[in-house]
C-alpha cells in the first residue's frame, strides 16, 4: 500500500483549489483534511491536524502568502510546505524556495510534474520523525504588574473553554487558584515534579484537582518551602506532560520575568498581556513588549487585554495603542460587585453569572484564542432569596477553606 499523506490546503481562488485538489486525488494515499482561503483560519486547522504537506496556491500578489509560508516553514519544519502558482518566473519560484517552500508547482498542473513532486514530498515526510500524538496549547495570562486581574481572566478563560482543560498555578509561593475555583486541593505541582520521571495517566490524575468535567487545577504548593525546589526545568517538563493529555493549559504565572516564569512564557503559543488602563500598568506593559521583544518572542503570540475598562476613564485608547505599539485585542469592563463576588464564590463568573456582561467579553476572549467555549444558556438565572442563601453558604465555606 502506498503511503498515506495529508494535506491541507491554502488557495484564495477557487480554481485553483480545485485543480490541487483534483490533482491530489489522483494519488493513492493522499488526503486532504481541509482547505481555505484565509491564511488566519487554516493556521489553526494546521496547527491541530497536523498534515504532512500545506499546499498553498499563490495569487497576482503573492507577498501575504509568502510570508505564511515563511511563517510555516519556521513553525512546523516537519510539514512540507509546496507552492503552486500560475506566475513560474525565476522571480516567483525563488521566493517561495527563500521563503521555507520545500517544492514548487506551476499551475495548470501538469501531471507528470505532480507526480514528480509529490514523491519528492512522499520522501520528504517518510524521514520525518513521527508527530506527537497530542500538542495541546499553552496560553499564558501575564501581567508584569500585579492587581490587574490576571488571575480572574485566567479562571474565566479556563472555565469558558469547552474542551478538556489545565489551570495551572505557577504563583508558586502564594498560588490561590483554589480559591477561585471553589476547590481545595490536597496535591500540587510540587508532587508532579516530584515524581515526573514515572507519571502516568493515573498519576497524573491524582495530582489535579478537578473543578468541572472539562477543567482541573494543578495547584500551586501548600507549603512555602517545597516552591523552592521547583526549577524552570521541571515547569518545562510540566507543561510538557500538561500538554501531551489535554486539549488546552492556561497558565497564571507570576507577575516577574524569573526563570520559572520565563520557562511558562516561552513555551506559551498565546501570551494574554493583561492591563488596566492606569498610568504604571501602561508602562509596564510596554516594558514587557520591549523585553519579549529582546527574548525574540513572536509579536503575534502577544495579545493585549485590558481588564477593569470603563468609558469614565479619561485615557485615548488610541494614544495607548500608539504608545504600546500594539492593538488591543479585548476589553473586560470594570464591574467590582459581580467579579469579587465570584471571587468570593470560588465560582468563576462565565459559568455562575454567564449572562453578566464580563462573562460575554470573557467568553469572547476565550474563543478568540482557545477555539471552542461553552455557550452562555439562553435564559438569565432566576434570583430569589434562595439564592442569596446559597451564596451566603458558598462564601462562608470558602472562608473556612481559606482559613
Ligand atoms: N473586570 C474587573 N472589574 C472589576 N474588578 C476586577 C475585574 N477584574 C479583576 N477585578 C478585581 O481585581 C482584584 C485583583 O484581581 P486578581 O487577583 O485576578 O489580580 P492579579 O493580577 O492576579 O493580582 P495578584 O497581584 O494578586 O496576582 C480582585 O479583587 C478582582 O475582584
Ligand atoms: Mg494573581
Given at each position: 500500500?502506498?503511503?498515506?499523506?495529508?494535506?491541507?490546503?491554502?488557495?484564495?481562488?477557487?480554481?485553483?483549489?480545485?485543480?490541487?485538489?483534483?490533482?491530489?486525488?489522483?494519488?493513492?494515499?493522499?488526503?486532504?483534511?481541509?482547505?481555505?482561503?484565509?491564511?488566519?483560519?487554516?493556521?489553526?486547522?494546521?496547527?491541530?491536524?497536523?498534515?504532512?504537506?500545506?499546499?498553498?496556491?499563490?495569487?497576482?500578489?503573492?507577498?501575504?502568502?509568502?510570508?505564511?509560508?515563511?511563517?510555516?516553514?519556521?513553525?512546523?519544519?516537519?510539514?512540507?510546505?509546496?507552492?503552486?502558482?500560475?506566475?513560474?518566473?525565476?522571480?516567483?519560484?525563488?521566493?517561495?524556495?527563500?521563503?521555507?517552500?520545500?517544492?514548487?508547482?506551476?499551475?495548470?498542473?501538469r501531471p507528470e510534474e505532480f507526480a514528480t513532486v509529490y514523491q519528492r514530498t512522499?520522501?520528504?515526510?517518510?524521514?520525518?520523525?513521527e508527530t506527537p500524538k497530542k500538542r495541546g496549547r499553552v496560553i499564558s495570562v501575564?501581567?508584569?504588574?500585579?492587581?490587574?486581574?490576571?488571575?480572574?481572566?485566567?479562571?474565566?478563560?479556563?472555565?469558558?473553554?469547552?474542551?478538556?482543560?489545565?489551570?495551572?498555578?505557577?504563583?508558586?509561593?502564594?498560588?490561590?487558584?483554589?480559591?477561585?475555583?471553589?476547590?481545595?486541593?490536597?496535591?500540587?505541582?510540587?508532587?508532579?515534579?516530584?515524581?515526573?520521571?514515572?507519571?502516568?495517566?493515573?498519576?497524573?490524575?491524582?495530582?489535579?484537582?478537578?473543578?468541572?468535567?472539562?477543567?482541573?487545577?494543578?495547584?500551586?504548593?501548600?507549603?512555602?518551602?517545597?516552591?523552592?525546589?521547583?526549577?524552570?526545568?521541571?515547569?518545562?517538563?510540566?507543561?510538557?506532560?500538561?500538554?501531551?493529555?489535554?486539549?488546552?493549559?492556561?497558565?497564571?504565572?507570576?507577575?516577574?520575568?524569573?526563570?520559572?516564569?520565563?520557562?511558562?512564557?516561552?513555551?506559551?503559543?498565546?501570551?494574554?498581556?493583561?492591563?488596566?488602563?492606569?498610568?504604571?500598568?501602561?508602562?509596564?506593559?510596554?516594558?514587557?513588549?520591549?523585553?519579549?521583544?529582546?527574548?525574540?518572542?513572536?509579536?503575534?503570540?502577544?495579545?493585549?487585554?485590558?481588564?477593569?475598562?470603563?468609558?469614565?476613564?479619561?485615557?485615548?485608547?488610541?494614544?495607548?495603542?500608539?504608545?504600546?505599539?500594539?492593538?488591543?485585542?479585548?476589553?473586560?469592563?470594570?464591574?467590582?460587585?459581580?467579579?469579587?463576588?465570584?471571587?468570593?464564590?470560588?465560582?468563576?463568573?462565565?459559568?455562575?453569572?454567564?449572562?453578566?456582561?464580563?462573562?460575554?467579553?470573557?467568553?469572547?476572549?476565550?474563543?478568540?484564542?482557545?477555539?471552542?467555549?461553552?455557550?452562555?444558556?439562553?435564559?438569565?438565572?432566576?434570583?430569589?432569596?434562595?439564592?442569596?442563601?446559597?451564596?451566603?453558604?458558598?462564601?462562608?465555606?470558602?472562608?473556612?477553606?481559606?482559613?
Open positions: 500500500m502506498s503511503q498515506q499523506l495529508t494535506f491541507v490546503i491554502l488557495s484564495a481562488g477557487m480554481e485553483s483549489f480545485r485543480e490541487l485538489r483534483a490533482a491530489l486525488a489522483t494519488q493513492e494515499g493522499a488526503r486532504v483534511l481541509v482547505g481555505g482561503d484565509d491564511a488566519e483560519q487554516v493556521y489553526p486547522e494546521i496547527e491541530r491536524l497536523a498534515p504532512n504537506a500545506v499546499v498553498i496556491a499563490l495569487g497576482a500578489e503573492p507577498e501575504a502568502s509568502l510570508r505564511f509560508v515563511e511563517r510555516l516553514a519556521r513553525e512546523f519544519p516537519r510539514t512540507a510546505v509546496i507552492c503552486a502558482a500560475r506566475d513560474s518566473s525565476p522571480d516567483t519560484i525563488l521566493r517561495s524556495i527563500r521563503a521555507g517552500a520545500r517544492e514548487f508547482l506551476r499551475l495548470p498542473v512522499a520522501e520528504f515526510c517518510a524521514v520525518q520523525p501575564f501581567s508584569s504588574k500585579g492587581g490587574t486581574g490576571t488571575t480572574f481572566v485566567a479562571t474565566n478563560v479556563a472555565a469558558a473553554i469547552s474542551q478538556p482543560t489545565v489551570l495551572l498555578d505557577l504563583n508558586l509561593q502564594a498560588g490561590d487558584l483554589g480559591l477561585f475555583l471553589g476547590v481545595e486541593p490536597k496535591f500540587s505541582i510540587a508532587d508532579l515534579v516530584e515524581n515526573r520521571e514515572r507519571v502516568d495517566d493515573t498519576l497524573l490524575r491524582s495530582y489535579l484537582t478537578p473543578h468541572t468535567s472539562n477543567l482541573s487545577l494543578l495547584a500551586a504548593p501548600r507549603e512555602a518551602d517545597s516552591a523552592d525546589d521547583i526549577e524552570a526545568e521541571h515547569v518545562f517538563q510540566v507543561l510538557e506532560i500538561l500538554r501531551e493529555r489535554f486539549e488546552y493549559v492556561v497558565v497564571d504565572p507570576q507577575h516577574t520575568f524569573d526563570s520559572i516564569t520565563l520557562a511558562a512564557l516561552d513555551q506559551s503559543d498565546e501570551i494574554l498581556l493583561v492591563l488596566t488602563l492606569d498610568i504604571p500598568a501602561i508602562r509596564s506593559t510596554q516594558r514587557a513588549l520591549q523585553i519579549f521583544d529582546r527574548l525574540g518572542y513572536p509579536r503575534h503570540k502577544l495579545h493585549v487585554v485590558v481588564n477593569r475598562f470603563s468609558k469614565q476613564i479619561d485615557l485615548d485608547l488610541r494614544q495607548v495603542e500608539r504608545f504600546l505599539g500594539e492593538r488591543v485585542a479585548g476589553y473586560v469592563q470594570s464591574d467590582y460587585r459581580t467579579a469579587v463576588n465570584s471571587i468570593n464564590l470560588g465560582q468563576p463568573l462565565v459559568t455562575s453569572e454567564p449572562q453578566s456582561k464580563i462573562a460575554t467579553e470573557l467568553r469572547q476572549i476565550a474563543a478568540r484564542f482557545c477555539g471552542g467555549v461553552q455557550p452562555a444558556p439562553a435564559e438569565p438565572r432566576r434570583r430569589g432569596l434562595g439564592s442569596f442563601f446559597k451564596k451566603e453558604k458558598a462564601v462562608n465555606s470558602q472562608l473556612s477553606a481559606a482559613s
